[in-house]
């Protein structure tokens, strides 16, 4: 039996040879139709399109380019009590490069592209040439950045570090941008996975054999504005510079003067301190709604009052042809005005007492040419409201350097071993030695453990000859004799407040102190304030004497205060009793923002009416009366440490001296802390000096001839 009975293979094959695809050319016209009916559609779609949205298309085409740039607004001045202007904006030319000049390493796809415009069709595909060509961009670049060195007078390392910082800057705008892009890009396809209604699992489906078809959809990260934009390279160039430039363009390619404004400090190192300096916005500051390429307090009334200072920079929008023809500008929004800070401080007094200052530490330095580097301070204040009139720092430094971008001058400053940025009357923390003897004077009186009359008899020392002694033990091998407290103030007689502190203990010494406003900030309207030390009352077997309070109660040990400190405790002595807070603001000019600055912002903004003295508990009349005394006679009669020949009458003046004990041979911190006028106190003033001896030989003169001057000036 043949096997076709059941199957007819002549009849399946006949049918294959007659189908549909049995015939190559119908294929052929089936594969045309196809492809002819798909033009169709594309150029109905062209037609489509040119119908319905041609015009709007070529006017778009037509459209010029827009670019966007930020004006700098006007930052507040700051003023002195008498008008006179320490800080200002003024309005400079600035040399400006293009980023992609200046940026490190230079950008591949720029140095091909640059290097290509200056090659024909075919020398482009040469990779000899190209690289030719790029090398010879790169050679430019140098050059130019040699010439403005030169024009400018710069270094290079200022140069380096200059372009370091913008193109750090940059890249990190650059890098935010595209992290925010990437985390948009991989949520839309992880969306795309996820499981939804049978539409979402086609469009997935779909996509899919998309990707698999073609390339892999990839994440491409974008350029950003600020690599198409010129950067402030130099400001306030000179006048020859601009003219050169101007004259020679092309020997400067990329580059353009722009006008901007800059910070000035008309009185170069005066106040420095106080006003502090700018630096440029960190990329980490971004967010707080700054320039990218302006500038921030770092330091001083500068960095503490920024936010009543800044001004909100403007928008100027630019348009221009496809050629990059400019066809017109205009705001879009304009820039505002920062507010003027109004100061307490008096310009002439802050300028003799910072001379005085660097004369005092200039005879150090000739006294003591092999000793470390030091400084000092020096406060004048209203004892009555806390105003600030003298706050001066030495070494001092030029708020200029910091805004010029001078980096070498800048970095001098960094290492200079006086430490020039260090504002010794609000941070420098040291044992204010005897002038802290006011502060134990009346904690003494105040428990009954002395009375103001009640004698007592220094030998020189307290229980052993070559310890805790007083200073005229040292000199002359003899003790003060009898001696009342009056006395004991006025010779400073560590013997006396060695004796009954010891008795007394130590706590209540340290709760006066506290009261006195030490061991904690007080408050001033700069930044960083140190707080000092004050040391912890320690226990004691009942009946014992409190050897561990000895030293602290003559302001030696583990005791530091700052000189802001002191002036605050003396104005209470001064004032009846009153804790001050102390502030260099006493106001504001005219502002530019018609919204009051929110408290969280900036504290300033509460009316200084609010800063109310605090009376002190139990600084009573009769305490107040026995220690100014002392302070009177302290300058006034022959063995006080601070008396003048007679030149206290004429200037009216009351105080204590200190000399704090380092360590060091001739090297003690000298202190000296009055008020004047002695009857009727109206001013205090402090003034110390690191390492610098005796403080009758070194800050008692310094502190009498600025008082000197503030007769001389009328203030008192």
Known sequence: MHSDRYFNWHAILDEVRDGPGADPRRRVRLALAAFFALLLVVFGRIVQLEVSQGAAFRQQAAAPLVREQLVPGVRGRILAANGAVLAVDKETRALAVHYRWIEEPADAGWLRWMARQRLDRSARRDSQRLAAAEAEVLAERRAMAERIIRLAGISPAQWRADTRKITARVKHIRDSVNRRRREAFDSSKAAGREPGSFLTWAKGWLLAMVEASSEPRTFKPIEVAEEYEYHVMIGDVPVEVMAE????????????????????????????????????????????????????????????????????????????????????????????????????????????????????????????????????????????????????????????????????????????????????????????????????????????????????????????????????????????????????????????????????????????????????????????????????????????????????????????????????????????????TPHLVRGYGLAALDEPIPASQDSSDQPLDTLAPQPIEGLTPGLLAAIREGLRRTVSEPLGTAYDGGDSIQINWAGKTGTAETGVEDQEHAWFAGYTPSDRPRFCLVVVLEQSGNAADSAVPVARRLVVRMRELGRI
């Open 245 to 580: 430039i101007e004259s020679h363009p092309s020997a400067y390619p990329a580059v353009k003067l722009v006008a901007r404004r800059q910070r000035s400090y008309p009185r170069g190192t005066l106040a420095s301190h106080v006003l502090g300096h700018l630096g440029r916005v960190e990329p980490g500051e971004l967010a707080g709604g700054c320039d990218p390429q302006g500038w921030v307090g770092r330091m001083g009334l500068e960095q503490a009052r920024e936010a009543a200072l800044r001004a909100s920079p403007g928008l100027a929008v630019e348009l221009a042809d496809r050629s990059g023809r400019v066809l017109s500008t205009y705001r879009r929004r304009e820039p505002t005005v920062g507010r003027d800070l109004l100061l307490t401080l008096d310009a002439d007094l802050q300028e003799t007492a910072e001379s005085l200052l660097e004369q005092a530490l200039a005879r150090r330095r000739a006294r003591l040419p092999a000793a470390h580097a030091a400084g000092g301070a020096a406060l004048v204040m209203d004892v009555q409201t806390g105003a600030v009139l003298v706050a001066a720092s030495a070494p001092g430094f030029d708020p200029n350097l910091f805004v010029a971008g001078d980096s070498a001058a800048v970095e001098g400053l960094l290492r200079a071993e006086n430490d020039p940025l260090f504002n010794r009357a609000v941070r420098m923390a040291i044992p204010p030695g005897s002038v802290f003897k006011i502060i134990t004077a009346a904690a003494l009186l105040d428990s009954g453990t002395i009375h103001p009359g009640e004698p007592f008899h220094c030998r020189g020392y307290l229980r052993s000859p070559d310890r805790l002694r007083c200073a005229v033990y040292q000199r002359h091998g003899v003790g003060h004799g009898e001696v009342a407290l009056a006395d004991a103030l006025s010779a400073s007689c560590n013997v006396y407040f060695l004796h009954h502190a010891g008795r007394l203990g130590w706590a209540p010494i340290a709760d006066w102190a506290w009261r006195f406003g030490l061991g904690r900030p007080t408050g001033i309207d700069l930044p960083r304030e140190a707080s000092g030390r004050l040391p912890m009352p320690r226990p004691v077997p009942e009946g014992e004497t409190d050897r561990w309070a000895e030293l602290p109660a003559i302001g030696q040990g583990d005791l530091d205060a700052t000189p802001i400190q002191i002036a605050r405790m003396i104005a209470a002595v001064a004032n009846g009793g009153k804790l001050v």
